[in-house]
T-cell receptor, first 113, second 115 residues
Framework: KAGVTQTPRYLIKTRGQQVTLSCSPI?????VSWYQQTPGQGLQFLFE???????NKGNFPGRFSGRQFSNSRSEMNVSTLELGDSALYLC????????????FGPGTRLLVL | GENVEQHPSTLSVQEGDSAVIKCTYS??????FPWYKQELGKRPQLIID?????GEKKDQRIAVTLNKTAKHFSLHITETQPEDSAVYFC??????????????FGKGTLLTVNP
């Protein structure tokens, strides 16, 4: 089976812009979780989608949003970008929602200037 | 919510030695504890996981132990090799309300295996 894929792999944006990141889960997986990884804060949970519904949300401002499509692909959007949004954004997929094994994608490296 | 503490933050060992990384968690309702290895520039890869109905799990040179009473779990790597050098993350799956669960990660341990 193909692994989790994410596009784009790298992005450079300026403050105030918005960005959309995409994640395609492993075939058959219906849950997609998103994480922000930074050197200072480590891996922080953003949100989880399962069967097109947001099941869970972390402690991030409303500028961070997401959605999931009927084929389980997911997108996350960050509006009004700030310098502090520079990070590696990782998505992970699992078969079901809950205490399931999660498999990570390669991430999207976002740099905000 | 769940809080996961991981120690040490850096660990340097000689090839062939053992390495131990320890994590504590706060939510007694957590039942799932995975460990991930992340090499530089790569995605986190699951290396082993354990559920609360098991006290120890082993996979070749890697083992994980869980003490639910004390709320801590540890990763043990024996006969370390240079290719074991990476950042290791522990995580705990805790309930975040309404029967929803989320993974909370430790800050990571940079393991360096010196040849």
């Amino acid at each position: 089976k193909a692994g989790v894929t994410q596009t784009p792999r790298y992005l450079i944006k300026t403050r105030g812009q918005q960005v959309t990141l995409s994640c395609s889960p492993i075939s058959g997986h219906r849950s997609v979780s998103w994480y922000q990884q930074t050197p200072g804060q480590g891996l922080q949970f953003l949100f989880e989608y399962f069967s097109e519904t947001q099941r869970n949300k972390g402690n991030f401002p409303g500028r961070f949003s997401g959605r999931q499509f009927s084929n389980s692909r997911s997108e996350m959007n960050v509006s009004t970008l700030e310098l502090g949004d520079s990070a590696l954004y990782l998505c992970a997929s699992s078969f079901f929602s809950g205490e399931e094994t999660q498999y990570f994608g390669p991430g999207t490296r976002l740099l905000v200037l | 919510g769940e809080n996961v503490e991981q120690h040490p933050s850096t660990l340097s060992v000689q090839e062939g030695d053992s390495a131990v990384i320890k994590c504590t968690y706060s939510d007694s309702a957590s039942n799932y504890f995975p460990w991930y290895k992340q090499e530089l520039g790569k995605r986190p890869q699951l290396i082993i996981d354990i559920r609360s109905n098991v006290g120890e799990k082993k996979d070749q040179r890697i083992a994980v132990t869980l003490n639910k009473t004390a709320k801590h779990f540890s990763l043990h790597i024996t006969e370390t090799q240079p290719e074991d050098s990476a950042v290791y993350f522990c995580a705990a799956s805790g309930e975040s309300g309404g029967s929803n669960y989320k993974l909370t990660f430790g800050k990571g341990t940079l393991l360096t295996v010196n040849p």
